[in-house]
């Protein structure tokens, strides 16, 4: 629960600290064993469609949506202006629905079955589902992607993280238990180590009037350097992985620019893409490419928290004046370096660690926390001194004893497990065995995957425990706009044609057009403004036109 | 394959019970041991969920291109 300070209105939350309207974006690795050539998308619809059977069973009327694409801006550039349609990517084009065509589909599935459950009335594939926990699970190129639903702080973050990997789980399940199609396993890493990366993205909610060019400032030090916390580690160095080694971060050997628009193609520490989904000109999302998916809470924790308390100095003018020189450069030999001594030198001369940058950025944030109240103990936002203290304590190991902070940073735990392996069997780094710990690390199947296997033994620290990501996956945060949009999926789940994250529509019989209900505000359709409303109403035309203040319904 | 796959693994979380609760605070040495032994067992336990074929499942990991 979270303390609100006297006089705060309900739907701004106590600044200078770790709570930010916040959201993670998971690409999950997509293989089937038995089928090494199939289709890559088409088994992420498979994914998809497995999922909407299961919430088919759980909620009477189907609980999947449509994804409403209307507020889609993927063109959009946060320093000021738009591309043009002709001179993008294509995989930049993520307004549009992604369109199979019926020989893929045929190809895939065959027409009787797609009949049978692959599609929906129309005959057209799921592709796009709005979850009851306020998620969106959909295909992105060729993964299946889940996009948590908006919460306020880093533990939340963490639990509807989470919830993503069951809700993974969930698909792998169903699809496993079909015998007549081939198996398909998830991974929640971020690259096949043969050249291919896929995302794992954070959004934070900012104010506009912060100049993008002091994010840009802000955060490149801490982006270069915020990996020896929170990487997830990986074999292999360079895009192909071919040279044998470890380094701390999955993605890092991925990224060749400073600063740019695209997500695909020469990426960016800093992505510019601008699409708020909220009122456009009060608040801009900031869409943060350059992060390792974490299964490790403790690494995920971190990873959302820290970076909210830095937008947090960057917003107060406080985030430390320092300047990376070839941050790309910096980036990568910072994850190549497991000893944590290799430095990089900034633009005024000095040479510094990774742990020297983040111990400045550390105290900037302790000094704004403490200057703003937010940190204290009792008076305080109830999450920024936690986010500050295991903040400290992991730079304390990380500089004294990194061992001890195998059961909590992710990259020292994978490493652990295969320094083991070294050890024992006495294997090189580039040994086949190795790779497979790598990749087996991710599985999302608790019997498969290696981190949960460590973390069954008590290797792994936890911010949040199994019933609360078991809630997660069905309930939506209570204090964001995702509860308006996980309730409206969950109890009108039939009269919803379609959501997104600003909004969503409804085609109620009774009421003549379609009703497309705006959310462009983060903090409102929460629990405390909407929850009687929903426990009020049994269908969706009295709940709309009590919202919508349409003819009342009359006394029956 | 799905069924082989589900196989949940032997819990081997026996051997942490076997130190007597009682026994006085190990010595550094001590400690480091039960510790080795803790990955011993670890990695005895995945060896017995990796997948088979290493080499092959590892070369048969290939994605398309993602953000």
């Known amino acids: 629960m979270t303390a609100r300070p006297e006089g705060l209105p309900s739907d701004k939350l106590p600044v200078g600290g770790a709570m930010r309207v916040m959201g993670s974006e998971t690409e999950y690795g997509i293989h ?5 050539g199939a289709n890559a998308t088409m088994m992420s619809a498979r994914i998809i469609q497995a999922y909407a059977n299961l919430t088919r069973q759980r909620a009477a009327g189907g609980a999947e949506t449509r994804w409403d ?28 629905p992604p369109v199979l065509d019926a020989e893929a589909v045929a190809l895939a599935y065959g027409r009787q079955e797609l009949e049978a459950d692959g599609g929906d009335e129309s005959g057209s594939l799921l592709m796009n589902m709005v979850l009851g926990n306020g998620a969106r699970l959909y295909v992105d190129h060729a993964h299946p992607e889940y996009s948590s639903p908006e919460v306020t702080n880093p533990r939340d973050i963490v639990a509807w993280d989470a919830a993503g990997d069951l809700v993974a789980l969930a698909t792998v399940r169903k699809v496993a238990a079909d015998p007549d199609l081939p198996a398909i396993n998830l991974y929640k890493n971020n690259t096949d180590n043969k050249s291919v990366s896929y995302g794992s993205h954070e959004n934070y909610l900012m104010p506009r009037s912060v100049p993008f060019g002091d994010i840009v400032r802000g955060l490149t030090p801490f982006f270069v350097t915020r990996q020896v916390i929170c990487g997830a580690g990986r074999l292999g160095k360079g895009q192909d992985g071919s040279t044998a080694g470890f380094q701390i971060s999955q993605r890092a050997d991925f990224f060749e620019a400073e600063v740019g628009l695209e997500t695909t193609i020469r990426r960016p520490i800093i992505n510019t ?24 809470q403790v690494s995920n924790y971190l990873k959302f928290g820290t970076t909210a308390l830095v937008l947090s100095l960057i917003e107060a003018g406080q985030a430390p004046k320092i300047e990376v020189h070839e941050p790309v450069a910096g980036l990568q030999a910072i994850s190549h370096d497991t000893s944590l001594t290799a430095t990089v030198r900034l633009l005024d001369g000095r040479r510094v660690t990774a742990l020297d940058i983040q ?8 000094k704004l926390g403490q200057e703003t109240g937010v940190s204290d103990s009792f008076s305080g936002d109830g999450h920024t001194r936690d986010v500050l203290e295991r903040w400290e304590s992991t730079l304390g190991l990380l500089g004294s004893n990194p061992a001890g902070a195998a059961s909590s940073v992710e990259w020292l735990a994978k490493m652990s497990l ?27 199947r608790p019997e498969k995957g290696l981190y949960y296997r460590m973390l069954s033994r008590d290797r792994m620290q936890t ?94 | 394959m799905a069924a082989q796959e589900q196989q949940q693994p032997q819990s081997r979380d026996v051997e942490a019970e076997a130190d007597a609760p009682e026994a006085p605070p190990a010595a550094p040495e001590a400690q480091a041991s039960v510790a080795t032994q803790g990955v011993d067992d670890l990695l005895d336990e995945i060896d017995g969920v990796l997948e088979s074929n290493a080499e092959e499942f590892v070369r048969a990991f290939v994605q398309k291109g993602g953000q």
């Open chain 1, 32 to 36: 089937s064993p038995s089928a090494p």
């Open chain 1, 69 to 96: 694409y209307t507020d889609e801006e993927p063109l959009h550039d946060a320093r000021g202006w738009t591309v043009e349609r002709s001179a993008a990517d294509p995989s930049q084009l993520t307004d549009r």
């Open chain 1, 273 to 296: 893409r601008d699409e708020p989904h909220a009122t456009a000109d009060k608040y801009r999302r900031l869409h943060v490419i350059i992060g390792d998916a974490n299964l490790s």
């Open chain 1, 359 to 366: 111990w400045m950025y550390y105290e900037a944030a302790a």
């Open chain 1, 418 to 444: 295969l320094d083991g392996y070294r050890n024992r069997d006495g294997l090189e780094w580039n040994d086949a065995r190795l790779g497979l710990v790598d990749l087996q690390w991710s599985d999302v």
């Open chain 1, 463 to 556: 911010i949040v425990d199994d019933a609360a990501i078991n809630r997660a996956v069905i309930e939506p945060p209570s204090d964001t706009r995702a509860y308006f949009r996980g309730k409206c999926v969950s109890s009108f789940g039939k009269d919803v044609v379609g959501a997104s994250w600003d909004s969503v529509i409804f085609d109620v019989p009774g009421i003549g057009k379609l009703q497309r209900v705006p959310t462009r505000e983060p903090l409102r359709g929460t629990e405390a403004l909407t929850g009687q409303l929903f426990r009020k109403h049994a269908t969706a035309g009295a709940f709309l036109r009590e919202l919508l203040g349409l003819d009342p319904t009359p006394p029956a």
